[in-house]
């Protein structure tokens, strides 16, 4: 099955509707699942409405260094979501601050990476937590915190996180996200080629059912979705068989 996970991308207190990774122009999202762009209360939509288990939580606040959403994830988590959380992550010690938020899967994205070899101390860190490496893309481009993150190629990061004990993957196309266009498969394709056992998931651009059966038919694990699902456009998480 493929799995389709909600997303929620937080800035300044409150869930935002993103687009194409434009972040200065960010609006409070108008759902019609939900009146409110208030997280907790559109979660809490989520799980009424869609019966979502899981939500994938950009604290975009925390990713440009501006604040975090510390105290709102428990609330999340306190619905009974299990949160992957993305939240800037660039040191072990990042990690262990936000796995003390309550985070089901505490998510590392190349945007925010530095060093690759911080990979191996942050999967200590996590301990029984399981690491998630979001390949982080603008226009099929790796994005890095450093010079030496973007010099490298998808396959190569997979490489060193595979190495670090990381066994799932996130690729994120933020040229494509909110835009109606369609997700970018480029890299997803060569990382589930060079990494059968590896699960992977996809982000940005996914527009409905359609997307989401080419997406199982190619043998991908999930889906992010965020505003496909705040249109009505797709209205279940649940799709049918990986082909």
Do not use: N
Request: aromatic letters at 2%; one cysteine or more.
């Amino acid at each position: 099955m493929l799995r389709v996970i909600p997303v929620m991308d937080l800035k300044a207190g409150q869930a935002v509707h993103a687009l194409r990774g434009q972040r200065q122009t960010y609006a409070p999202v108008q759902s019609v699942l939900a009146p409110s762009a208030e997280p907790v209360a559109l979660a809490q939509a989520l799980v009424d409405r869609l019966g979502a288990r899981e939500c994938y939580v950009a604290d975009l606040d925390a990713i440009t260094g501006v604040g975090d959403h510390g105290s709102v994830i428990p609330a999340l988590a306190g619905l009974g979501l299990d949160v992957w959380l993305d939240a800037g992550i660039t040191t072990a010690a990042d990690a262990g601050r936000v796995r003390g938020w309550g985070a089901a899967r505490v998510i590392v994205g190349t945007e925010t990476l530095r060093d690759p070899r911080e990979l191996e101390s942050i999967v200590r860190v996590l301990g029984a937590s399981p690491g998630v490496l979001s390949l982080d893309l603008r226009d099929g481009r790796l994005l890095g915190g450093s010079p030496e993150i973007v010099r490298l190629a998808p396959e190569e990061i997979m490489a060193i996180a595979w190495g670090a004990g990381i066994r799932t993957l996130i690729v994120l196309d933020l040229a494509r996200v909110g835009s109606g266009e369609g997700p970018r498969l480029e890299a997803a394709r060569a990382i589930r080629r060079g990494f059968p056992q590896a699960e992977v998931l996809i982000g940005g651009g996914v527009r409905d059912q359609g997307d989401l059966a080419v997406l199982a038919e190619e043998g991908f694990d999930g889906a992010l979705v965020a505003t496909a699902l705040h249109r009505g456009i797709i209205t279940s998480l649940h799709t049918g068989p990986r082909g």
